[in-house]
């Protein structure tokens, strides 16, 4: 029997510990326009990463898809065994020095090595994590970054995000792939997504209404069907299913380092300091998903989406932790996938308890429930294949759109708004660090150090959120014809 949730209350589930365990259908609902997107969106995304597998690691097609899987499945933990609010996804921008890192001396050429590697830099974040998170220092940290800093690390994602779907050669340059196809199904995405007229239209509209609640999907299938017409994607369909016990026992004894042998303490000391980089983009995640969350709630009195930064340290610190033993490959297990936390959150706030009632239940659905189906029929598989350019398009639009509006909501005066903005493009096109220590001298020097305190930022600045904030994209007010 499906759980009632009391108004105002956090969505009912199973307490462990500083964790809560929520059960499809016992404690999710299903939600088929979410499903058809988790499939769509979230299944070609999770195949980025297999001609990596197979290029680098000399993986076959099935042990990379099985790798991909096993990603996935612990991707989904976030919500299921830990209930983190947020729809997770990977570091993404941490890859580019994660496979520099391992192309390089010693480790390049030698699969082990490779893998060991890997281990070594996962459990060496996992440390980072799991130290931060059992201390309380993590949230500390999350919770005494001004406003004007938040603003710069977010509005810094947006411009990496553009920076990256428009470089020339980039994997998520769909307008160059397939200029066409593309471009008609990202905009019919963005459209469906952001459109305040489509949306005013949908007043009066039944079937409008109906697109705009199917999300992505419909720009999905727009780019699949023009894509075919003007030779723009092409496919080629395996119909047979994957033997996940064979090829994850092959995945097995090739990558995990209870085979292979654990990464020496010179490989432990070499990957720290990338480690220790990518927490800064795990910050910025965590602060970009709590924003989100705070600017959603007022339209959702009836849910409580309850944030701790404690919580989303140790639940990504043991994802890390146990991918390092099963399927390591770095920066795959990651706390927010922005764009998809986008449309979530726009989908729970335009709509009443009646027709979604949990955030939840977006989440789970979008990730079929953590169920691995989509990787165990290759039809699905290399059906989805293709349409990867379209996948990451949307998701880092959708991203530089979001993260962009919500930057600009957090400040209130010019100097800080420069100071934003040069914060963010130290961010964008710079290596974590060093945009983190220009942002830090930055905010110091024009705005104030004293907002480092947040004691004095609440006495001189007034709190965070004490200024009328303008309603970002990731939670236009619904009109009353968007409720019905």
Not at 104 to 109: D, E, K, N, W
Request: charged fraction near 15%; glycine fraction near 8%; hydrophobic fraction near 55%.
């Amino acid at each position: 029997m499906l759980t009632k949730r009391e108004h105002g209350q956090v969505q009912p589930g199973i307490k462990w510990g500083p964790f809560t365990m929520r059960i499809p259908f016992v404690h999710l609902r299903l939600a088929v326009p979410e499903m058809l997107q988790g499939i769509a969106v979230a299944g070609a995304t999770g195949l980025a990463l297999v001609p990596y597998f197979m290029s680098i690691f000399g993986l076959s097609f099935e042990e990379a898809v099985t790798m991909a899987m096993f990603h996935n499945i612990l991707i989904s933990l976030s919500w299921f065994m830990f209930g983190d609010p947020y729809a997770p996804g990977w570091l993404t921008p941490a890859i580019p020095f994660v496979i520099t890192f391992i192309m390089t001396a010693p480790f390049a050429g030698d699969p082990t090595l490779q893998f060991q590697a890997m281990t070594a830099l996962s459990l060496n974040f996992a440390g980072i994590l799991l130290l931060l998170g059992i201390t309380g220092l993590g949230a500390k940290l999350v919770k005494s970054v001004p406003a004007v800093f938040k603003g710069g690390i977010i509005l810094g994602a947006a411009i990496a995000a553009f920076i990256r779907v428009t470089t020339p050669g980039d994997s998520a340059n769909v307008f160059e792939q397939a200029p066409i196809a593309g471009t008609l199904g990202v905009a019919l995405c963005v459209l469906l997504a952001f459109s305040k007229p489509l949306q005013e239209m949908a007043g009066s509209s039944a079937f409008l209404r109906k697109l705009i609640g199917m999300g992505l999907l419909p720009g999905f299938l727009l780019a699949g069907v023009v894509g075919w017409l003007t030779n723009e994607i092409s496919w080629n369909l395996r119909w047979d299913v994957l033997d996940v016990p064979a090829h994850a026992a092959s995945l097995w004894a090739k990558a995990s380092p209870l085979v292979i042998g654990w990464p020496s303490a010179e490989t432990f000391l070499a990957a720290l300091p990338l480690a220790l980089i990518t927490y800064v983009l795990f910050f910025g995640d965590v602060v970009t998903g709590d924003e989100m969350i705070e600017h959603a709630q007022a339209d959702r009195p009836d849910e409580k989406l309850e944030t701790n930064s404690t919580r989303a340290h140790l639940a990504t610190g043991i994802r890390n932790a146990v991918m390092a033993v099963i399927a390591p490959f770095f920066t795959t297990q990651g706390v927010l996938w922005t764009g998809i936390q986008v449309v979530l959150l726009k989908r729970w706030t335009s709509v009443d308890r009646d027709k979604v009632d949990s955030f939840y239940d977006l989440i789970g659905s979008f990730y079929v429930f953590g169920l691995p189906i989509l990787f165990v029929l290759l039809p699905i598989v290399t059906l989805l294949q293709p349409l990867l350019p379209v996948a990451l398009a949307v998701t880092l639009i959708l991203t530089g759109f979001a993260c962009a509006t919500l930057a600009l909501s957090l400040v209130k005066d010019a100097t800080e708004r420069g100071a934003m903005v040069v914060t963010a493009m130290a961010f964008a096109l710079l290596e974590p660090w060093l945009g983190l220590l220009i942002g830090i001298i930055t905010v110091a020097t024009l705005v104030g150090p004293k907002v480092f305190i947040p004691d004095h930022e609440v006495e001189d600045f007034g709190p965070v959120n004490a200024h009328k904030k303008p309603t970002p994209a990731v939670n236009p007010q619904p009109t009353t014809t968007e409720k019905a």
